[in-house]
Nanobody, 118 residues
Framework: QVQLVESGGGLVQPGGSLRLSCTAS????????MGWYRQAPGKQRELVAS???????EYGAFVKGRFYISFDKREKTVSLQMNSLEPEDTGDYYC????????????WGQGTQVTVSS
């Protein structure tokens, strides 16, 4: 059974930085893609950043160069470095992993809270 262990959330002041990490386990197959999504109260879940097996990345439009995603395939870990955080970045951040074998499957972590406030 695939499991995702997330870490790194917390409280930070506006302009500060946080680093989120997520490690996948439980599958013998290669990970096709990993990413981070977020959900603010009363809003839909949205993509923050994703990276695939070819190291191609995608970022949400709101990122505007502030965040950087990296993927350690050997460790099955994705990290998200978030800089210049704004109060609007507050929310629950969820890790996602996508496999194509044995069949296309997507799994979610339990979420880690990020609060940007003075």
């Amino acid at each position: 059974q695939v499991q995702l262990v997330e870490s790194g959330g917390g409280l930070v002041q506006p302009g500060g930085s946080l680093r989120l990490s997520c490690t996948a386990s439980g599958s013998p197959f290669s990970i096709q893609a990993m990413g981070w999504y977020r959900q603010a109260p009363g809003k839909q879940r949205e993509l923050v950043a994703s990276v695939d097996i070819n190291d191609d990345t995608e970022y949400g439009a709101f990122v505007k160069g502030r965040f950087y995603i990296s993927f350690d395939k050997r460790e099955k870990t994705v990290s998200l470095q978030m800089n210049s955080l704004e109060p609007e970045d507050t929310g629950d951040y969820y890790c996602n992993v996508y496999y194509i074998r044995p069949s296309p499957s997507s799994y979610w972590g339990q979420g880690t809270q990020v609060t940007v406030s003075s």
